[in-house]
């Protein structure tokens, strides 16, 4: 079961809500169901020592591999 962020269209509340596959999501404020999925993001946990540092993303398309391996520039 995955957990989504969402943003009501009516009151503007932000909201994580642990889905199952037959639920429908309402906001926890107002009730709404006008919702909007946001991007999530999720972190990781490793044993495992870093490895270095990673490139910067690049300013204009946020690829990983840094401004040398974007196909904007």
Request: net charge neutral; proline share 10%; glycine share 10%.
């Amino acid at each position: 079961m995955p957990i989504y962020e969402y943003r009501c269209s009516s009151c503007s509340t932000e909201f994580e809500k642990l889905i199952r596959a037959s639920d429908i999501p309402e906001c926890p404020s107002c009730h709404g169901r006008k919702l909007e999925k946001k991007l999530s993001v999720f972190a990781t946990s490793s044993q495992e020592p870093a490895r270095g540092a990673l490139p910067d993303a690049c300013g204009s398309c946020g690829n990983p591999g840094g401004p040398g391996s974007c196909m904007m520039h």
